[in-house]
């Protein structure tokens, strides 16, 4: 009698969650699209749109060394614009600027991928597994620790990648800080700032 009864409750929970799966499975095919929808806008808007430098990477207490620089961008075309106004430029300067600015957005696009890959891992997480063990998971945390251990997985070393190429912008920075004199206020990539990344990526990484 106890069998029967035990049989008859899980089949009173089987039914429900059988017809919710098709609802979560489309839920999640939906969140999937909406963050490609989501990162390829913003892999638009940096091809698009001007690339401001008076707020550039820091890492660590990277309060540290913020000021009150007025407003500064590198266009599309190469033009550097301080509040607005373009501040004249020869050829040469002009390619450095389209080289830093090429250097910093290529740094862009790769976190705009690092993001893509943490979503998609994290939807993989949920996604894959029956629903019984995908309630299951997250009645009990293990689905919780089952998406942390994917993303360390895959997104730790990505990551990592990220703060190895911050030395090559540091270099183009420097450069473009000595072609052209009222770009070096805003030249504020240092080599604290590297080292600081990695640490950072250790902390962050070391409690999942």
Known sequence: MNALRTSTLALLLVVPLA?????????????RKEVRVELAKARQELETE??????????????????????AEITP????????????????????????????????????????????????AVGNGSIVGLL??????????????????????????????????????QRLATELPPFKPYATLGTDDIDDCERDVRQEFATL
């Not at 550039?56 to 620089?69: E, I, Y």
């Not at 020869?90 to 250097?103: F, G, P, S």
Request: proline share 2%; hydrophobic share 35%.
């Open 19 to 31: 017809a919710q799966a098709g609802d979560i499975r489309t839920e999640l095919a939906d969140a």
């Open 50 to 71: 001007n690339l401001r430098i008076d707020n550039s990477l820091q890492f660590g207490g990277s309060g540290r060394r913020q000021t009150s620089l007025p407003r």
């Open 77 to 124: 075309q190469g033009d550097f614009l301080i509040d607005g106004k373009a501040v004249a430029v020869n050829v040469t300067q002009r390619r450095q600027l389209l080289a830093y600015r090429e250097r910093s957005l290529e740094i862009a696009r790769y976190g705009i991928e690092i993001g893509q890959r943490s979503a998609d891992a994290a939807l993989d």
């Open 136 to 173: 299951f998971g997250a009645f009990t945390g293990n689905l919780e620790n089952r998406i942390e251990r994917m993303v360390k997985q895959q997104i730790e070393p990505a990551v990592r990648g990220l703060c190895r190429q911050l030395p090559s912008l540091r270099d183009s920075q």
